[in-house]
Protein backbone atom coordinates (compact mmCIF):
# COMPACT_ATOMS: atom_id res chain seq x y z
CA UNK A 1 0.00 0.00 0.00
CA UNK A 2 1.29 3.58 -0.95
CA UNK A 3 0.97 5.86 2.40
CA UNK A 4 1.17 9.70 2.60
CA UNK A 5 1.99 11.36 5.48
CA UNK A 6 1.31 15.19 5.92
CA UNK A 7 3.14 16.71 8.92
CA UNK A 8 6.86 15.75 9.99
CA UNK A 9 6.21 16.24 14.12
CA UNK A 10 5.91 13.26 16.45
CA UNK A 11 2.48 12.30 15.81
CA UNK A 12 3.84 12.00 11.84
CA UNK A 13 6.82 10.15 12.51
CA UNK A 14 5.55 7.73 14.47
CA UNK A 15 3.07 6.97 11.69
CA UNK A 16 5.40 7.10 9.28
CA UNK A 17 7.78 4.04 11.13
CA UNK A 18 4.59 1.92 11.61
CA UNK A 19 3.29 2.52 8.40
CA UNK A 20 6.89 1.34 6.86
CA UNK A 21 6.86 -1.55 9.60
CA UNK A 22 3.80 -2.90 8.18
CA UNK A 23 5.02 -2.88 4.82
CA UNK A 24 3.74 0.05 3.35
CA UNK A 25 5.58 2.34 1.13
CA UNK A 26 5.52 5.41 3.04
CA UNK A 27 5.99 8.80 1.63
CA UNK A 28 6.51 11.47 4.52
CA UNK A 29 5.67 15.61 3.34
CA UNK A 30 6.83 17.95 5.90
CA UNK A 31 6.37 22.04 5.13
CA UNK A 32 9.63 22.89 6.69
CA UNK A 33 13.05 22.35 6.16
CA UNK A 34 13.39 20.02 8.81
CA UNK A 35 11.37 17.39 10.88
CA UNK A 36 10.35 17.52 14.74
CA UNK A 37 10.69 21.78 14.94
CA UNK A 38 8.22 21.65 17.63
CA UNK A 39 9.65 18.13 19.36
CA UNK A 40 12.75 20.58 19.83
CA UNK A 41 11.36 23.42 22.09
CA UNK A 42 9.46 20.78 24.25
CA UNK A 43 10.41 20.62 28.01
CA UNK A 44 12.50 24.08 27.17
CA UNK A 45 14.54 21.86 24.98
CA UNK A 46 14.73 18.44 26.93
CA UNK A 47 11.86 17.07 25.81
CA UNK A 48 9.70 15.75 28.57
CA UNK A 49 9.36 12.39 26.71
CA UNK A 50 6.16 10.92 28.14
CA UNK A 51 5.27 10.44 32.19
CA UNK A 52 6.14 7.24 33.87
CA UNK A 53 2.01 7.03 35.24
CA UNK A 54 0.16 4.24 34.77
CA UNK A 55 -1.60 4.80 31.82
CA UNK A 56 -4.62 4.74 32.72
CA UNK A 57 -3.88 7.69 35.20
CA UNK A 58 -2.99 9.66 31.29
CA UNK A 59 -6.87 9.73 30.46
CA UNK A 60 -7.71 11.47 33.59
CA UNK A 61 -4.68 13.74 32.93
CA UNK A 62 -6.53 14.57 29.63
CA UNK A 63 -9.28 16.92 29.96
CA UNK A 64 -9.83 17.32 26.45
CA UNK A 65 -12.04 14.40 25.78
CA UNK A 66 -9.46 11.78 27.36
CA UNK A 67 -11.79 8.87 26.51
CA UNK A 68 -11.53 8.80 23.44
CA UNK A 69 -8.02 7.88 23.57
CA UNK A 70 -8.53 4.70 25.48
CA UNK A 71 -7.66 2.20 22.60
CA UNK A 72 -5.13 4.20 21.09
CA UNK A 73 -3.14 4.12 24.52
CA UNK A 74 -3.74 0.41 24.98
CA UNK A 75 -2.41 0.26 21.64
CA UNK A 76 1.15 2.18 22.17
CA UNK A 77 1.92 3.06 25.80
CA UNK A 78 4.47 4.82 27.84
CA UNK A 79 6.29 1.91 28.12
CA UNK A 80 6.27 1.63 24.08
CA UNK A 81 7.83 4.68 23.78
CA UNK A 82 10.68 4.35 26.09
CA UNK A 83 11.71 0.92 24.36
CA UNK A 84 11.82 2.53 20.81
CA UNK A 85 14.26 5.18 22.49
CA UNK A 86 16.49 2.84 24.02
CA UNK A 87 16.51 0.42 21.17
CA UNK A 88 17.75 3.18 19.00
CA UNK A 89 20.33 3.95 21.98
CA UNK A 90 18.80 6.46 24.10
CA UNK A 91 18.29 5.86 27.80
CA UNK A 92 16.06 7.57 29.46
CA UNK A 93 15.34 9.22 33.16
CA UNK A 94 12.38 9.57 35.68
CA UNK A 95 12.13 13.42 37.38
CA UNK A 96 9.89 14.87 40.11
CA UNK A 97 5.84 14.26 38.85
CA UNK A 98 6.87 11.40 36.88
CA UNK A 99 8.43 13.28 34.39
CA UNK A 100 10.50 11.29 31.93
CA UNK A 101 13.55 12.72 30.11
CA UNK A 102 16.19 11.79 27.77
CA UNK A 103 19.05 11.15 30.37
CA UNK A 104 21.37 13.58 27.51
CA UNK A 105 18.95 16.48 28.53
CA UNK A 106 18.54 17.14 24.65
CA UNK A 107 15.64 17.04 22.97
CA UNK A 108 17.64 16.78 19.71
CA UNK A 109 18.60 13.26 20.68
CA UNK A 110 14.70 12.00 20.90
CA UNK A 111 14.39 13.69 17.33
CA UNK A 112 17.61 11.77 15.89
CA UNK A 113 16.19 8.13 16.97
CA UNK A 114 13.19 9.08 15.20
CA UNK A 115 14.80 10.09 12.16
CA UNK A 116 17.15 6.96 12.20
CA UNK A 117 14.23 4.43 12.34
CA UNK A 118 12.66 6.57 9.11
CA UNK A 119 15.96 5.91 7.34
CA UNK A 120 16.01 2.65 8.17
CA UNK A 121 13.13 1.65 7.19
CA UNK A 122 13.75 3.96 3.90
CA UNK A 123 10.68 6.14 4.34
CA UNK A 124 10.69 9.18 1.35
CA UNK A 125 10.78 12.67 3.35
CA UNK A 126 9.86 15.48 0.93
CA UNK A 127 11.39 18.87 2.92
CA UNK A 128 9.78 22.37 2.20
CA UNK A 129 6.55 20.58 0.88
CA UNK A 130 3.44 22.33 1.90
CA UNK A 131 -0.13 20.51 0.86
CA UNK A 132 -2.25 22.82 -0.64
CA UNK A 133 -5.58 20.07 -1.08
CA UNK A 134 -6.20 16.28 -1.12
CA UNK A 135 -8.56 15.32 -3.47
CA UNK A 136 -10.50 11.33 -3.45
CA UNK A 137 -11.26 9.68 -6.22
CA UNK A 138 -14.53 6.93 -6.67
CA UNK A 139 -11.75 4.06 -6.32
CA UNK A 140 -10.79 4.87 -3.18
CA UNK A 141 -7.33 6.28 -4.01
CA UNK A 142 -6.42 9.53 -2.92
CA UNK A 143 -4.48 12.91 -4.37
CA UNK A 144 -2.28 15.11 -2.99
CA UNK A 145 -1.86 18.60 -4.30
CA UNK A 146 1.77 20.21 -3.22
CA UNK A 147 3.12 23.49 -4.46
CA UNK A 148 5.27 21.94 -6.56
CA UNK A 149 4.25 18.15 -6.73
CA UNK A 150 1.22 15.80 -7.23
CA UNK A 151 1.13 12.42 -5.14
CA UNK A 152 -1.00 9.59 -5.63
CA UNK A 153 -1.99 7.51 -2.51
CA UNK A 154 -4.24 4.61 -1.18
CA UNK A 155 -3.78 6.02 2.61
CA UNK A 156 -3.35 9.67 3.77
CA UNK A 157 -2.34 10.46 7.27
CA UNK A 158 -3.16 13.90 8.52
CA UNK A 159 -0.88 15.11 11.46
CA UNK A 160 0.05 18.48 10.48
CA UNK A 161 -0.31 19.76 14.13
CA UNK A 162 -2.59 22.72 15.61
CA UNK A 163 -2.02 26.29 15.34
CA UNK A 164 0.27 27.11 18.20
CA UNK A 165 3.28 28.02 17.93
CA UNK A 166 2.98 28.75 14.26
CA UNK A 167 7.11 29.40 13.97
CA UNK A 168 7.45 25.25 13.52
CA UNK A 169 5.18 24.92 10.92
CA UNK A 170 1.83 24.55 13.17
CA UNK A 171 -0.63 27.03 11.21
CA UNK A 172 -3.62 25.32 11.05
CA UNK A 173 -3.33 24.02 7.63
CA UNK A 174 -4.69 20.13 8.09
CA UNK A 175 -8.07 21.83 9.42
CA UNK A 176 -8.68 23.16 5.91
CA UNK A 177 -7.63 20.02 4.41
CA UNK A 178 -10.34 18.20 6.91
CA UNK A 179 -12.48 20.92 6.24
CA UNK A 180 -12.40 20.40 2.27
CA UNK A 181 -13.09 16.91 3.05
CA UNK A 182 -16.20 17.53 4.83
CA UNK A 183 -14.77 17.40 8.74
CA UNK A 184 -16.05 19.31 11.51
CA UNK A 185 -13.48 21.15 13.26
CA UNK A 186 -14.37 22.21 16.49
CA UNK A 187 -13.37 25.81 17.90
CA UNK A 188 -9.87 26.22 18.25
CA UNK A 189 -8.49 27.84 21.18
CA UNK A 190 -5.00 28.22 23.14
CA UNK A 191 -4.41 25.38 26.04
CA UNK A 192 -1.60 25.16 27.85
CA UNK A 193 -1.21 28.74 27.82
CA UNK A 194 -0.15 31.58 30.21
CA UNK A 195 -3.29 33.85 32.07
CA UNK A 196 -3.75 37.26 31.50
CA UNK A 197 -4.86 39.23 34.98
CA UNK A 198 -6.87 42.52 35.31
CA UNK A 199 -4.27 43.14 37.86
CA UNK A 200 -1.72 43.77 35.50
CA UNK A 201 -0.23 46.69 37.37
CA UNK A 202 0.74 44.17 40.78
CA UNK A 203 1.85 41.09 38.06
CA UNK A 204 4.24 43.70 36.46
CA UNK A 205 5.54 44.58 39.97
CA UNK A 206 6.78 41.11 40.43
CA UNK A 207 7.55 40.00 37.02
CA UNK A 208 9.93 37.48 36.99
CA UNK A 209 8.96 36.19 40.68
CA UNK A 210 8.99 32.38 40.23
CA UNK A 211 7.26 30.13 42.87
CA UNK A 212 7.78 26.51 44.26
CA UNK A 213 5.81 24.55 46.28
CA UNK A 214 2.81 26.91 46.63
CA UNK A 215 -0.85 26.13 45.77
CA UNK A 216 -3.08 27.32 43.32
CA UNK A 217 -7.20 27.39 42.64
CA UNK A 218 -8.93 28.94 40.00
CA UNK A 219 -12.94 29.79 41.13
CA UNK A 220 -15.38 30.63 39.44
CA UNK A 221 -17.05 33.01 41.39
CA UNK A 222 -20.74 33.14 40.67
CA UNK A 223 -21.42 30.01 42.21
CA UNK A 224 -17.75 29.44 44.49
CA UNK A 225 -16.47 26.34 42.34
CA UNK A 226 -13.57 25.41 42.06
CA UNK A 227 -12.12 24.68 38.47
CA UNK A 228 -9.00 23.55 38.94
CA UNK A 229 -6.69 22.86 42.04
CA UNK A 230 -2.67 22.39 41.67
CA UNK A 231 0.30 22.18 43.52
CA UNK A 232 3.90 23.21 42.46
CA UNK A 233 5.70 26.12 40.58
CA UNK A 234 3.99 29.23 38.99
CA UNK A 235 5.87 32.38 37.43
CA UNK A 236 4.36 36.31 37.70
CA UNK A 237 4.75 37.50 34.29
CA UNK A 238 4.04 41.24 32.83
CA UNK A 239 0.58 40.46 31.95
CA UNK A 240 -0.09 37.81 34.21
CA UNK A 241 0.85 34.86 35.84
CA UNK A 242 2.31 31.24 33.68
CA UNK A 243 4.48 28.18 34.93
CA UNK A 244 3.56 24.26 35.25
CA UNK A 245 0.37 25.04 37.35
CA UNK A 246 -1.12 27.84 35.39
CA UNK A 247 -0.09 26.30 32.29
CA UNK A 248 -2.43 22.55 33.57
CA UNK A 249 -5.08 24.93 34.90
CA UNK A 250 -5.79 26.70 31.48
CA UNK A 251 -6.02 23.54 29.69
CA UNK A 252 -9.19 22.84 32.27
CA UNK A 253 -10.22 26.65 32.27
CA UNK A 254 -10.36 26.85 28.41
CA UNK A 255 -13.32 23.80 28.12
CA UNK A 256 -15.69 25.50 31.25
CA UNK A 257 -18.91 26.53 30.30
CA UNK A 258 -19.51 29.68 29.35
CA UNK A 259 -15.62 30.62 29.97
CA UNK A 260 -15.34 33.87 27.67
CA UNK A 261 -18.58 35.83 29.35
CA UNK A 262 -17.50 34.78 32.85
CA UNK A 263 -13.69 36.00 32.04
CA UNK A 264 -15.09 39.03 30.76
CA UNK A 265 -17.52 39.78 33.68
CA UNK A 266 -14.13 39.14 36.44
CA UNK A 267 -15.94 36.40 37.71
CA UNK A 268 -12.96 34.16 37.38
CA UNK A 269 -9.92 33.98 40.23
CA UNK A 270 -7.14 32.63 40.96
CA UNK A 271 -5.72 32.31 44.49
CA UNK A 272 -2.56 31.43 45.39
CA UNK A 273 -1.22 29.89 48.91
CA UNK A 274 2.27 30.93 49.06
CA UNK A 275 2.56 29.02 52.30
CA UNK A 276 0.76 25.76 52.00
CA UNK A 277 2.62 22.98 54.50
CA UNK A 278 1.61 25.64 57.48
CA UNK A 279 -2.45 25.57 58.39
CA UNK A 280 -3.73 29.41 59.32
CA UNK A 281 -2.44 28.54 62.74
CA UNK A 282 0.40 27.20 62.55
CA UNK A 283 1.51 30.31 59.96
CA UNK A 284 0.07 32.85 62.79
CA UNK A 285 2.58 31.46 64.78
CA UNK A 286 5.57 31.13 62.78
CA UNK A 287 4.24 35.17 61.94
CA UNK A 288 4.38 35.71 65.89
CA UNK A 289 7.63 34.40 66.32
CA UNK A 290 9.31 36.58 63.62
CA UNK A 291 7.76 39.50 64.61
CA UNK A 292 8.97 38.63 68.68
CA UNK A 293 12.30 38.48 66.94
CA UNK A 294 12.27 42.13 65.19
CA UNK A 295 9.81 43.43 67.55
CA UNK A 296 11.41 46.89 67.55
CA UNK A 297 11.95 46.63 63.42
CA UNK A 298 9.22 48.36 60.92
CA UNK A 299 6.63 46.31 59.41
CA UNK A 300 8.42 46.39 56.10
CA UNK A 301 11.52 45.02 57.27
CA UNK A 302 9.89 42.34 59.08
CA UNK A 303 9.24 40.00 56.55
CA UNK A 304 12.46 38.70 54.75
CA UNK A 305 12.48 35.71 56.89
CA UNK A 306 8.81 34.35 55.18
CA UNK A 307 8.55 35.90 51.62
CA UNK A 308 10.47 36.92 48.39
CA UNK A 309 11.83 39.92 48.47
CA UNK A 310 9.75 40.97 45.69
CA UNK A 311 6.78 39.63 46.81
CA UNK A 312 6.66 41.97 50.25
CA UNK A 313 5.54 45.69 49.03
CA UNK A 314 3.35 43.48 47.36
CA UNK A 315 1.66 41.94 50.58
CA UNK A 316 2.10 45.13 52.74
CA UNK A 317 -0.23 47.23 50.26
CA UNK A 318 -2.51 44.23 50.06
CA UNK A 319 -2.39 43.87 54.50
CA UNK A 320 -3.36 47.52 54.62
CA UNK A 321 -0.93 48.00 57.57
CA UNK A 322 1.10 50.90 57.99
CA UNK A 323 4.66 49.76 56.60
CA UNK A 324 6.30 52.28 58.68
CA UNK A 325 4.65 50.45 61.90
CA UNK A 326 6.32 48.83 64.31
CA UNK A 327 5.62 45.27 64.36
CA UNK A 328 4.82 45.05 68.22
CA UNK A 329 2.59 48.15 67.19
CA UNK A 330 0.92 45.31 65.31
CA UNK A 331 -2.68 44.12 66.74
CA UNK A 332 -3.74 40.48 66.27
CA UNK A 333 -6.65 41.26 64.24
CA UNK A 334 -3.84 42.88 61.66
CA UNK A 335 -2.23 39.95 62.04
CA UNK A 336 -4.37 37.58 61.32
CA UNK A 337 -5.49 39.45 58.22
CA UNK A 338 -1.83 38.69 57.24
CA UNK A 339 -2.02 35.48 57.46
CA UNK A 340 -5.54 35.30 55.07
CA UNK A 341 -4.00 37.01 52.41
CA UNK A 342 -1.20 34.83 52.40
CA UNK A 343 -2.88 31.95 52.44
CA UNK A 344 -5.80 32.96 49.82
CA UNK A 345 -3.84 35.94 47.79
CA UNK A 346 -6.23 36.56 45.12
CA UNK A 347 -5.37 37.65 41.46
CA UNK A 348 -8.50 38.16 38.84
CA UNK A 349 -8.46 36.28 35.68
CA UNK A 350 -8.78 38.59 32.07
CA UNK A 351 -8.66 36.23 29.68
CA UNK A 352 -5.72 33.48 28.23
CA UNK A 353 -2.43 34.67 26.32
CA UNK A 354 -2.67 34.30 22.24
CA UNK A 355 -2.48 30.86 20.79
CA UNK A 356 0.82 31.71 19.12
CA UNK A 357 2.42 31.59 22.51
CA UNK A 358 0.42 28.38 23.70
CA UNK A 359 2.18 24.85 23.99
CA UNK A 360 -0.68 22.88 22.44
CA UNK A 361 -4.12 23.83 20.51
CA UNK A 362 -7.42 23.22 21.93
CA UNK A 363 -10.13 21.77 19.70
CA UNK A 364 -9.43 20.29 16.08
CA UNK A 365 -11.08 17.69 14.04
CA UNK A 366 -14.23 16.13 15.92
CA UNK A 367 -13.65 12.92 17.91
CA UNK A 368 -17.24 11.90 16.87
CA UNK A 369 -16.28 11.72 13.14
CA UNK A 370 -13.07 9.87 14.02
CA UNK A 371 -13.27 5.72 14.65
CA UNK A 372 -11.05 5.67 18.04
CA UNK A 373 -9.65 2.25 17.17
CA UNK A 374 -7.89 2.63 14.12
CA UNK A 375 -8.42 7.03 13.90
CA UNK A 376 -9.55 6.51 10.83
CA UNK A 377 -12.11 8.99 9.24
CA UNK A 378 -16.15 8.05 9.23
CA UNK A 379 -16.69 9.98 6.68
CA UNK A 380 -14.17 9.75 4.37
CA UNK A 381 -12.63 6.06 4.52
CA UNK A 382 -8.04 5.72 4.27
CA UNK A 383 -8.12 9.15 6.03
CA UNK A 384 -6.59 8.98 9.35
CA UNK A 385 -5.49 11.72 11.90
CA UNK A 386 -2.88 11.42 14.28
CA UNK A 387 -1.94 13.93 16.90
CA UNK A 388 -2.66 17.78 17.81
CA UNK A 389 -4.97 17.96 15.16
CA UNK A 390 -7.57 15.89 16.72
CA UNK A 391 -9.95 17.30 18.92
CA UNK A 392 -7.85 16.08 22.12
CA UNK A 393 -5.44 17.85 24.83
CA UNK A 394 -3.78 17.33 28.11
CA UNK A 395 -1.87 18.93 31.02
CA UNK A 396 1.65 18.96 31.52
CA UNK A 397 3.65 16.08 32.04
CA UNK A 398 4.38 14.52 28.68
CA UNK A 399 1.19 13.58 28.20
CA UNK A 400 0.28 15.66 24.75
CA UNK A 401 3.62 14.00 23.05
CA UNK A 402 2.34 10.34 24.03
CA UNK A 403 -0.99 11.42 22.56
CA UNK A 404 1.19 11.89 19.65
CA UNK A 405 3.15 8.91 19.79
CA UNK A 406 -0.14 6.47 20.97
CA UNK A 407 -2.09 8.55 18.01
CA UNK A 408 0.77 7.82 15.50
CA UNK A 409 1.25 4.72 15.79
CA UNK A 410 -2.74 4.04 15.85
CA UNK A 411 -2.90 5.65 12.58
CA UNK A 412 -0.08 4.45 10.67
CA UNK A 413 -0.49 0.50 11.85
CA UNK A 414 -4.20 0.49 11.16
CA UNK A 415 -5.15 -0.16 7.62
Known amino acids: MKVLVIG ?10 TSAESGNKVILLEKMERLGRKLLITGKGRCNITSSLPIEEFIQNTPGNGQFLYSCFKNYNNNDIIEFLKKEGLEVKEERGNRIFPITDKSLDVLKCFENR ?3 LNVEIRYNTKVKDVITYKDGN ?9 FEAEKVILATGGKSYPLTGSTGDGYNIAKKLGHIVTTIKPSLVPLESYDKNMCKNLQGLSLRNVNIKIENIENNKTIYQDFGEMLFTHFGVSGPTILSGSAHLVRYKNIDELLKNRKITLKIDFKPALTEEKLDDRILRDFGEL ?3 KFKNSL ?15 SNINPEKKVNEISKLDRRNLVKILKNFE ?6 RPIEEAIITSGGINIKEINPKTMESKIVPGLYFAGEIIDVDSYTGGF ?3 IAY ?7 VCQ
Open 406 to 412: STGYTAG
Open 400 to 402: NLQ
Open 347 to 352: LIISGF
Open 142 to 150: FKVITENNT
Open 118 to 120: LKE
Open 295 to 297: KNK
Open 304 to 318: DKLLPQKLIPVIIER
Open 8 to 17: GGPAGMMSAI
